[in-house]
């Protein structure tokens, strides 16, 4: 069983970016892919991963879950530039 929380981000067919949290990336990601997913997306597929971020805590995934929902696009951008911690596990 998997005790990771993870924090993710999608961009949409459209452009756009989504926020969510997940215990099982690639499956949540298959999920929006297959319609599935968040009511947002399902208009908006294929999404494809741009940025994930892992947490020991659901409340700690939560919460950062919120701050980037707060930030601007650009700011969600510059999170997908910067890529992922590959140390993460």
């Known amino acids: 069983m998997n005790d990771y929380h993870y924090v993710y981000i999608v961009e949409c067919s459209d452009e756009s970016l989504y926020t969510g949290y997940t215990t099982d990336v690639e499956r949540r990601v298959r999920e929006h892919n297959a319609g599935e997913g968040a009511k947002y997306t399902r208009g908006r597929t294929p999404v494809q991963l741009v940025h994930f971020e892992c947490f020991d805590t659901r409340s700690a995934a ?28």
């Open 62 to 89: 939560l919460s950062r879950e919120h701050e980037i929902k707060s930030y601007t696009r650009e700011k969600k951008q510059q999170l997908a530039e910067e890529g992922t911690d590959i140390n993460q596990p």
